[in-house]
């Protein structure tokens, strides 16, 4: 029998085999691709920065301290408390708009909604996931600053509610689309159930439907504060830009993810400003990655019930 | 008639092979010759860069200029890593850079190829007459007081409270270092919680749009939207409005130099592209992209 086997695939070394080989490397080779990448970003990122946290690093400074002033003559400080709070305060504000609202969109989407009105809805909130960053920072930058400005009667309309408002409807569709498949992912037998008990509609999906998808729905509400975090156009266009602690939503403030940005392009490479940097990074880097794990393990959990 | 058409045809082919023969000789003999230069920095200069590069193709086909931005710490570091030939920047290379560039068997040497007004820009409602440094610097400045347009005795219509809306830079542009240093002086530093913008284009168009605030950039930005101050640079001095001719006579008090840096001192085709640069055509063309020529060229409608 084995004989038989062996001279068979002999046999077999023609193109087809061949063939096979080279597309079971090319696809092993682009499934660990991701893997490769992420830890050689990462290695990248830690290699440019780690001078700075091992030399010139002060870690009571750095994250106590709200003074950001790398590039000073005299005395160059690099408090990140300021750039963390503006971080912070956005993705909040952010996410009190757009967790209501992306789960009501979902819960339309997912429970009320019927054929066209259904597909349509689907396709307008996919469309708003498509608008570049760019684009929705002009918004901010050109449209709400004046009315911010003639609306509440403050000095400056690039503020912590601008960048959030803008912020908020950049996450509403990842999580209104990821909230949606884990209202789908319940399955029917529950909603009858339910109904058949003698539950209303509201009665099905309050106390039946979304305990089922609990999961889902925190995973889609870690994904897009994920996605707030890493956010740098639209807020460095839309929150003013200011190293503040803010003290209220009509403070400009500054993200860590804007300060990259701004900054990197005209530092000498390998000096401290540089290093300095790329340590916002690594901590950028390891909070999303936080985020995005803790949503991922979320998710598994509804797999394995 | 055809055998005219005939030889007529045979003719200019005729002739066009010898062009283009004779023409091919003459591009692959400039090829050989050709010299390439290598010019990079700051943002501020880059489009005068740019315009001096396309201008000097007429006067000197053999070289070529490329252009590239980025900033001035960009062009320094790509000087000190000897990849250019020309650093444009908007600032003096700082000691511990020259250090750097001597370690790498680079002397740097300095050229001022123009000036640039820094212009203080506020909303074009806001009634203000003139400014001092010692304002300027209460504004701006770490401990200063003044926050509000009512401490300097005006009323800004549509802003709030008479709030000042401090609008600035981001820290490593050569903007915010000379802003700095001239008005906050040697060891002064900035007020935390200024508007960073990225670029001198947004500063003013930022002020364009807020009754409040207050701003500085490059005077080639001003336009009709906005009012220019007059800067008086102490209580009793003359307040001066940002003007190109103001900024070459230096009766301005905050104008800049802008520079070109070079590996050691210029020689062969740089030393005749910077002396270019400095003469009449080339100032002209610095002059035309609204900043201060190191020279007032000779030019009827200059005042």
């Keep these: 029998m084995s004989t038989v086997i062996d001279s068979g695939d002999a046999d077999r070394l023609d193109a087809a085999w061949w063939i096979d080989r080279i597309v079971k490397v090319l696809v092993f080779a682009g499934g660990i691709s991701a893997i490769v990448f992420i830890l050689g970003i990462f290695a990248f990122v830690t290699k440019e920065g780690f001078g700075f946290v091992l030399k010139d690093m002060d870690v009571v400074e750095f994250f106590t301290s709200p003074n950001w002033r790398p590039t000073s003559d005299t005395k160059p400080t690099h408090g990140i408390l300021a750039l963390l709070a503006g971080t912070a305060s956005i993705t909040g504000f952010a996410m009190l708009i757009s967790v209501p609202f992306s789960l009501g969109a979902a819960i339309y989407i997912g429970e009320f909604a019927t054929g066209k009105t259904r597909e349509t809805l689907k396709v307008l909130v996919e469309m708003l996931a498509a608008i570049p960053s760019v684009v929705w920072g002009f918004i901010g930058l050109s449209i709400m600053n004046p009315l911010i400005i003639d609306l509440f009667d403050v000095p400056v309309g690039l503020c912590m509610l601008n960048a959030g408002l803008i912020l908020g409807l950049m996450a509403a569709p990842i999580m209104t689309t990821i909230a949606e498949d884990a209202l789908k992912a319940v399955p029917d037998g529950y909603r009858e159930a339910a109904e058949a008990m003698g539950a209303t509609r509201w009665q099905v999906i309050w106390k039946v439907v979304i305990p089922a998808a609990k999961n889902g729905l925190v995973a889609a509400v870690l994904l897009g504060v994920g996605r707030g975090f890493g956010e740098t156009m639209a807020v460095l266009m839309a929150s003013g830009h200011s190293i503040n602690m803010p003290e209220g939503v009509f403070d400009p403030v500054r993200a860590l993810t804007a300060t990259i940005a701004a900054e990197l392009g005209e530092t000498v490479a390998g000096d401290t400003h540089y290093q300095a940097l790329f340590t916002l990074g690594i901590l950028l880097f390891a909070v999303t990655f936080v985020i995005n794990l803790t949503a991922d393990l979320v998710v598994r959990g509804i797999r394995k019930k | ?303």
């Excluded at chain 2, 530093?189 to 003013?204: F, I, R």
């Excluded at chain 2, 940002?242 to 085709?269: C, H, K, N």
């Design chain 2, 1 to 303: 008639m055809r055998n005219i058409a005939l030889a007529t045809a045979m003719a200019v082919s005729l002739s066009l092979v010898a062009c283009g023969g004779g023409g091919g000789d003459d591009a692959d003999g400039g090829r050989a010759q050709r010299t390439l230069l290598q010019n990079k920095g700051s943002d501020t200069l880059v489009n005068v860069a740019q315009a001096w590069a396309e201008a000097y193709r007429e006067v000197d086909p053999s070289v070529a200029v490329a252009v590239t931005g980025g900033g001035s710490g960009t062009g320094i570091s790509a000087l000190i890593n000897g990849t250019v030939d020309l650093a444009n920047t908007s600032r003096s290379m700082k000691d511990k850079e020259i250090e750097k560039a001597r370690q790498n068997g680079i002397e740097p040497v300095e050229h001022i190829v123009g000036y640039d007004a820094l212009a203080v820009y506020v909303h074009k409602d806001n009634p203000i007459e003139s400014i001092t440094f010692a304002q300027l610097a209460a504004i701006y400045g770490e401990g200063g007081t003044t926050k509000t347009w009512d401490q300097l005795g005006i009323t800004v219509p549509g802003a709030k409270d008479g709030k000042i809306v401090r609008v600035s830079r981001q820290n490593n542009s050569g903007t915010y270092a000379y802003f700095k240093k001239a008005v906050l002086r040697k060891d002064g530093e900035y007020k935390l919680g200024s508007l960073d913008m990225h670029g001198s284009k947004d500063v003013v168009d930022l002020v364009m749009k807020t009754p409040g605030a207050i701003g500085y950039s490059g005077l080639a930005y001003a336009t009709h939207e906005v009012k220019l101050v007059p800067v008086a640079r102490d209580d009793g001095a003359p307040a001066v409005m940002p003007t190109v001719a103001t900024a070459i006579d230096r009766s301005y008090p905050i104008a800049r130099p802008l520079f070109m840096y070079t590996r050691g001192q210029p020689e062969g085709a740089v030393a005749t592209y910077l002396d270019w640069i400095l003469s009449n055509d080339g100032q002209t063309i610095i002059l035309d992209k609204g900043y201060a020529p190191v020279r007032a060229p000779v030019r009827d409608d200059l005042r």
